[in-house]
């Protein structure tokens, strides 16, 4: 009789195998070529690439959904990279506010609630802007070789 009891006991375990969870998310990511999967004992553990904060945020929920259940948690160790500067080549620090304006211009349509203005060779920027956002932006306008990047306007958004 303990033995018919085990048995069932077992019989009535639900839950996927770490192999077929892995399976079922990779399947959920079909086309996230720089995400890797890795499960143990239902811990998800996500790694790879990706550009932006909200691709790693989904990639997580996606994950989530697709293990419904069965994850037990998720740890997600995706690196947001920083996007390809879309700038022209960079410029020699100089005063001349015309150029580095344009150049400035040009880098900031990927960033809509932030302005930005030169005077002097300085870039100051004003806006709100996510925590995550805030690295790339002023990696891209330090590639625009100013005397200085002033981000004391921005307001962090949470």
Known sequence: MATSAA???SACKS???DDKLEEKIENA???RKTVDVEVEKGKVILSGTVASEEEKQQ??????TAGDKDVKSIQNNI???????TTPA???????????GAAVNTFMKDFPSVQASVKDGIISVTGTLEQAKIVTLKQGLDNLNPKKVDLSGIV???
């Open 15 to 17: 839950g996927l195998s």
């Open 156 to 158: 962090v958004k949470k």
């Open 29 to 31: 990511l079909t086309g």
């Open 90 to 100: 960079p410029i020699e620090t100089s005063n001349n506010d015309a150029v580095l």
């Open 7 to 9: 048995l069932s006991f």
């Open 79 to 85: 690196i947001v990279s920083a996007p390809v500067a």
């Open 59 to 64: 990639i997580e929920s996606i994950a989530k």
